[in-house]
């Protein structure tokens, strides 16, 4: 069984910083593309970020290109998304996904498990 959990949010004032953790289990981590999405209060879920099984390929939405980074561990099974110069409107809950291939074209549709999310609002 497919299990991802988000870890790291929280309130924090605009041109802050953030890092969230997705630790993942039940699956071989390393084999899998993996994704970042969110979802603002009345808003449906928005794709942030991609990357390949090795790290070295990334997507990133133009919202938050040059803000955000995607990252992973493999050795820890653990999915990164360093986020800074935040904005309120990066106010959202922050999902990870695992694609189902290892590439970094992996956008919503594609995604087949998420974890229950983690709440960052940016607010002064």
């Known amino acids: 069984e497919v299990q991802l959990v988000e870890s790291g949010g929280g309130l924090v004032q605009p041109g802050g910083s953030l890092r969230l953790s997705c630790a993942a289990a039940g699956f071989t981590f390393s084999y899998y593309g993996m994704s970042w999405a969110r979802q603002a209060p009345g808003k449906r879920l928005e794709w942030v970020s991609s990357?390949?099984?090795?790290?070295?390929?990334?997507n990133y939405a133009d919202s938050v290109k040059g803000r955000f980074t995607i990252s992973r561990d493999n050795a820890k099974n653990t999915l990164y998304l360093d986020l800074t110069y935040l904005k309120p409107e990066d106010t959202a809950v922050y999902f990870c996904?695992?694609?189902?291939?290892?590439?970094?074209?992996?956008?919503?549709?594609?995604?087949?498990?998420w974890g229950q999310g983690t709440q960052v609002t940016v607010s002064s």
């Open positions: 996904g695992k694609c189902p291939y290892g590439g970094a074209g992996c956008r919503l549709t594609d995604v087949g498990s």
């Open positions: 990357i390949n099984i090795g790290g070295g390929q990334t």
